[in-house]
DNA sequence: TTGAAAGCGCTAACAC
DNA sequence: GTGTTAGCGCTTTCAA
């Protein structure tokens, strides 16, 4: 590995020179620049970054922890806090906590340990206390998808997302409704997604039976097949079902088309998210959809705002975005 | 930031004792060890990662390159990786270059920056000038999906894959099969899924007609709906068509779809790579499926296994996986 | 414009 | 067992 050292002594300059060179500084003759750039280019020079931040005391990356990859719906935030990072010099390191409390300590831990300039980040909200350690050192802490009143949040009004789904099934005629859900107990979004629905069916005098709310434990196709099978089961069935994400509610759809009865025609199903493929489905899904790029945009941009310390240290800023209601065939 | 010296001082011992103690060396009392670690503890101590890894002049990082998150089938390889590079100790940082050979080169560069241990990628393939620079310091690069003569490379027989199609569709009774592809310059293993079909058509006294060889640019949903009004212009229609990717498939089947004709009534369908949710389609696509998490498995431990020099260093090694036919409805 | 020198936080010989 | 010392490769005052 060559070093600037190497070069410094080569052309007979100062180390210091060497590295001002490379850094494009002002304070270094055109003539000097030239032959730096030059042999640090022949000799195949690539800088080290871990003494280049130890030196500076800081860095340029960004940490990005999402939830799941195979929630295809995080890939346009990625993508956003990718681009956006990237007009503003910034470099993000992704990872996924794949819902696990433990491996997002770890993940948060090692970003921590990496000295990360700031943290985007879904958390499962199991726990916070690395989280506030985190952002008590300094650095810019940001939530996705999820909100926490102690830190700056971008998210989109769940509860409104459940109301939609609640107006338009009402709006078509359905009185029987049910819902599926993960019953995750730290999961917020569900929670509000449930709420919205359940709050808009009594206001139209409406209620949710307690046996039309389905607890499946987790957010894949198989809980839905599971609540399918419950569904199946339940002598009195609601006529049409929301599902508090889109892969339950495939998942669901498979299950009710595996035992023969019809999407629409038997039960109409609504999901939540607009994941990619839905208009490609058997059925196509109905769902609520968000701006899941823009999310990313905003936090990423707010994590810069903070960094250039443009935003007031003490203050917590929490967007809230409007999600709305994507009609397909299956509600 | 509390410091490895901050420690030391107020215990009154030098900074490389505490270093010992956190590092778990045997070289140290016990008693010194619970009042360091304790103290690091209670000042909250997070190790710099930058400052041990100058020092050690190593890292424990893997770096992990993949074409694009969208593409689901590389979750399952993301999975492996992580999942075998954590039992050992390793971590990895993954980023997708989005089929950008400019991207690619930049994310390569950075994790040559940071000094990873090792690398895993997919690479474009159109300029490998920086991966063999990469390799040339000695440091360990595996390619998986992708093959070059001068790399450890994991993938898959594409040209089985290509075997497989075409045998399948024949045995159906299938005789005038096209093809759908994204054309892409250095996208071998398209190239050899075409050439195993081709091959085996050839074998069988068929050709593939040059205008049923529809060429779309891109491996999104968006080709195969490009290809489906290719398909429909067509006064000479292929009964059958093979789709290099799956994406393609799914694209090929709604636009086949949305013109009112039946997959596979009027044209079977098959693809590549056993993404998720092929079984929630409309039809349920048949494709050609291969282990996935294997790969990212072999990939990983290979890297390992060079890690700790177990390994001839001047021989490349090529795994090949084989690929199975996964039946579904589409044909 | 350039050089010398100190230091970022940690590790790893080498002594004691 | 523990301390001393010398870096790892780079940046950044401070002088010259």
Redesign the interface.
Known sequence: ?TTISDIAEKLGVAPSTVSRALAGSKEVSERTRQRVKALAEQM?Y??????R??ARSK?DTIGCVILQ??N?FF?PV?EAVEDIADTHGY?V???QSRRSIELEKKIV??L????VAGLIITPTLEDISHLL?MKE?GMPVIMVGRTHPQFDCISIDNYKGGQLVANYLLKHGFREIGVVISGERSNEPEKYRLKGLQETLKDNGLTLADEWIMVVGNND?EGGMLAAQMWLKLKNKPRAVFCSNDQLA??L??GIQASGRQVPEDIAVIGFDDI??L?????PLSTVAYPKYEMGKIAMQKIIRKLDSFDNENEVEHFLLKPHLMARASA
């Open positions: 590995m195949n690539t800088p080290n970054l871990w003494a931040n130890l860095t990859f195979s295809t890939i990625i470099s390191i992704t990872s831990h090692r921590q340990m990496m000295q350690a050192t196709p495939i998942g759809m498979q990619p493929l208009d490609h489905m058997a059925v």
